[in-house]
């Protein structure tokens, strides 16, 4: 269906970052599926100060307001810093959601990496709370948790175990699967 696509970041600004890997591994997915996605970084986006916002939107922060607008779904890539998501994360989600929020109606799917036994459980919980409240649906499941991710992805950036991989492009299938059958149908091209 034509305009309708994702967008895509990871809460982590390392360069060999695995929710990085993740997030890759996901759009590769999600285009297998039918919906295109891009990658955006979140490294320029400076920390949110309301002085700044006052003065207007610094163009790393309305760069992804519009990517984010434009967007009919999300997939974002989490990592887990003590037991919630990271700073640079929130940061971006923080300017996005400043009036008029770019995140009001879209579809979300959420993964995460963490070299931690339980992955990113309470990362992905403390995400979908927050995005529930800017009114963004957030898929269900299946959920996907990579846990020991220090050693979870092969040096080509895939995963290793099959079954991880399999609940990607599953999570993928069902975002593109949402995301059509939530889209608007298209406007009639006028009459005359």
Do not use: C
Not at 35 to 44: G, I, K, N, S, V
């Amino acid at each position: 269906m034509p305009g309708v696509h994702a967008v895509a970041f990871a809460g982590s600004l390392r360069k060999e970052s695995w929710n990085k890997k993740l997030l890759r591994l996901a759009i590769d997915a999600a285009r297998e599926a039918g919906l295109e996605a891009r990658e955006l970084d979140l490294a320029d986006v400076p920390l949110y100060s309301g002085d700044v916002e006052a003065v207007g939107f610094p163009a790393a922060v309305e760069g992804l307001r519009r990517a984010v607008r434009e967007a009919s779904a999300l997939i974002i890539a989490t990592p887990e810093y003590n037991n919630s998501v990271p700073g640079v994360l929130k940061n971006a989600i923080d300017w996005v959601s400043r009036p008029p929020s770019a995140f009001d109606g879209k579809i979300a799917a959420i993964l995460g990496a963490s070299p931690g036994t339980f992955g990113t459980v309470s990362a992905q919980h403390a995400l979908r709370q927050v995005l529930v409240t800017l009114n963004v649906l957030t898929l269900p499941g299946p959920r996907v948790f990579v846990a020991g991710a220090t050693h979870a992805f092969e040096p080509d950036g895939n995963l290793k175990d099959p079954r991880a991989a399999e609940q990607v492009r599953t999570l993928m299938q069902r975002l593109a699967h949402t995301t059509r059958a939530l889209a608007p149908p298209p406007r009639p091209a006028p009459l005359g």
